[in-house]
């Protein structure tokens, strides 16, 4: 049996059992992904239309330090994502397999794409099922800390950057952490308190190298940061006269808010999220609805075609 023909699954301390699979059923699952991507691009054909035509009077600087500020994401990601585990994985692949794993989160349900496609990349770079899954969770937990962290700080540091309008909701920014308190007492007993002591050791071999905690953290901080740079480049790009805290403390709500509805990629529920927050902040609305076209392009739709590319090269190589 050839390596392109087998799929390996470790379960704990197991032994490996390997399963045939053969060469169509990848490249049916690859193709119902890009059926489903052009489904969802011709969907939003109007709204992709209408937001190009707006951005087409935008400032090109401005868009083009956006665009360089989504390729930074994928990196950062990456960055976070090998900070996260113990064992040295290969770069060039972890990288293309976080720009693979965006385009396949705009397609399933809340995160499930980018988790789906992390796991089966480290999974082949020979981490167990359990410790991979870890590995995701760790990296989810310190993303939703270090949003929460930065809005708090923000709060803080320049509690006159946010209107007093928009003040409540942009207090949602705490909600994720609230959740995550009552979760962790619940989740407290028998099977899931025992499966959480398993995590905290693997976060606790992690953090022992000063290289790779700075490399989760820093990179998940950097992450969050340019994802809002996006969003504030965009904003310039359009020629709205707002602060820079404002339009940061509107992402950091806007994905807070959009992590609890359970959408591919956050469609809808981050688009008017992010809307909402900047109309709060002072801007008008169509420009905010604008503005979200333009973070939306460049992070998620643009990208899609040349990532779903990236994971059928990756699953074909038996990386992914």
């Given at each position: 049996?050839t390596?392109?023909?087998?799929?390996?699954?470790?379960t704990?301390?197991?032994?490996?059992?390997?399963?045939g699979?053969?060469?169509?059923?990848?490249?049916?699952?690859?193709?119902?992904?890009?059926?489903?991507?052009?489904?969802?691009?011709?969907?939003?054909?109007?709204?992709l239309?209408?937001?190009?035509?707006?951005?087409?009077?935008?400032?090109?600087?401005?868009?083009?330090?956006a665009?360089?500020?989504?390729?930074?994401?994928?990196?950062?990601?990456?960055?976070?994502?090998q900070g996260?585990?113990?064992e040295?994985?290969?770069?060039g692949r972890?990288?293309?397999?976080?720009?693979?794993?965006?385009?396949?989160?705009?397609?399933?349900?809340?995160?499930?794409g980018?988790?789906?496609?992390?796991?089966?990349f480290?999974t082949?770079c020979?981490?167990s099922t359990?410790?991979?899954?870890?590995?995701?969770?760790?990296k989810?937990?310190?993303?939703?800390?270090?949003?929460c962290?930065?809005?708090?700080?923000?709060?803080?540091?320049?509690?006159?950057a946010?209107?007093?309008?928009a003040?409540?909701?942009?207090?949602?920014?705490?909600?994720?952490?609230?959740?995550?308190?009552?979760v962790s007492?619940?989740m407290?007993?028998?099977?899931?308190?025992?499966?959480?002591?398993?995590?905290?050791?693997?976060v606790?071999e992690?953090?022992?190298?000063?290289?790779?905690?700075?490399?989760l953290?820093?990179?998940s901080?950097a992450?969050?940061?340019?994802?809002?740079?996006?969003?504030?480049?965009?904003?310039?790009?359009?020629?709205?006269?707002?602060?820079?805290?404002?339009?940061?403390?509107?992402?950091?709500?806007?994905?807070?808010?959009?992590a609890?509805?359970?959408?591919?990629?956050?469609?809808?529920?981050?688009d008017?999220?992010?809307a909402?927050?900047?109309?709060a902040?002072?801007?008008?609305?169509q420009?905010?609805?604008?503005a979200?076209?333009?973070y939306?392009l460049?992070?998620?739709?643009?990208p899609?075609?040349?990532?779903?590319?990236v994971?059928?090269?990756?699953?074909?190589?038996?990386?992914?």
């Open positions: 049996m390596v392109s023909d087998s799929v390996t699954v470790t704990g301390d197991s032994v490996t059992v390997t399963a699979r053969r060469p169509y059923v990848r490249l049916g699952i690859t193709l119902a992904v890009f059926v489903a991507a052009g489904g969802m691009l011709a969907a939003h054909r109007a709204t239309d209408s937001g190009t035509d707006q951005l087409a009077a935008a400032d090109r600087e401005w868009l083009v330090l665009c360089f500020a989504t390729l930074a994401t994928w990196v950062c990601a990456a960055v976070a994502q996260a585990v113990v040295r994985l290969p770069k972890l990288v293309a397999a976080q720009f693979a794993a965006c385009a396949a989160n705009h397609i399933l349900p809340a995160g499930a980018a988790s789906l496609v992390n796991l089966r480290l082949r020979g981490l359990r410790r991979s899954a870890t590995a995701l969770a760790v989810a937990a310190v993303g939703g800390i270090v949003r962290v930065l809005g708090v700080v923000l709060l803080v540091a320049a509690p006159g946010v209107p007093l309008s003040r409540v909701p942009h207090m949602l920014v705490l909600v994720p952490v609230v959740a995550a308190t009552v007492a619940v407290a007993s028998g099977r899931i308190r025992r499966a959480l002591g398993r995590a905290v050791t693997d606790r992690v953090h022992r190298s000063r290289g790779r905690a700075c490399a953290w820093g990179g901080v992450f969050a940061l340019l994802h809002a740079s996006v969003v504030v480049a965009v904003v310039h790009a359009l020629g709205l006269a707002l602060p820079t805290s404002h339009v940061v403390m509107a992402y950091l709500v806007a994905s807070g808010a959009a609890l509805l359970p959408t591919p990629g956050g469609l809808g529920s981050l008017a999220a992010l909402f927050a900047l109309t902040a002072g801007a008008p609305g420009t905010a609805i604008s979200v076209i333009g939306r460049l992070t998620g739709w643009l899609m075609a040349p990532g779903l590319l994971l059928g090269l990756l699953a074909r190589r038996s990386a992914l």
